[in-house]
């Protein structure tokens, strides 16, 4: 059964996703970016538990918002990545800089931390 709609995202976040990405706080893509600085940082089985008790359907999307169907242990885990993401985005104006910030705090990916930089 999914639970009630409780907020897994701080509203700063919800906010300032839009500001960074140019879209309407609604936009699809947007919901791709939660993906990519949120939800991929669950574990395997939590995306095997997901993928159950939410598939996706036919169209690409779920019958449900995934943090309505997400564990408690699995909100609170991922909960201070959140807030870590949340402080990076404050500070990044695109979401391409938002990347690059994310894969310097988490050492992922180094060498793209100089992408785009005129370095001689």
Not at 11 to 27: A, D, G, Q, V
Not at 113 to 118: K, M, S
């Amino acid at each position: 059964m999914p639970r009630p709609r409780a907020r897994l995202f701080e509203t700063e976040f919800e906010e300032n996703l839009p500001r960074i990405s140019k879209l309407h706080k609604k936009h699809i893509q947007n919901g791709l970016y939660y993906w990519k600085f949120v939800y991929n940082w669950m574990i395997p089985e939590e995306k095997a538990k997901l993928d159950i008790v939410n598939a996706i359907l036919p169209n690409g999307r779920r019958k449900y918002k995934i943090h309505q169907m997400l564990s408690k242990e699995t909100k609170e885990r991922l909960s201070p990545h959140v807030i870590s993401v949340l402080v990076l985005m404050k500070s990044a104006n695109s979401v391409a800089e938002l990347r690059r910030l994310v894969q310097w705090q988490y050492g992922i990916d180094q060498p793209n931390l100089f992408d785009g930089w005129n370095v001689e």
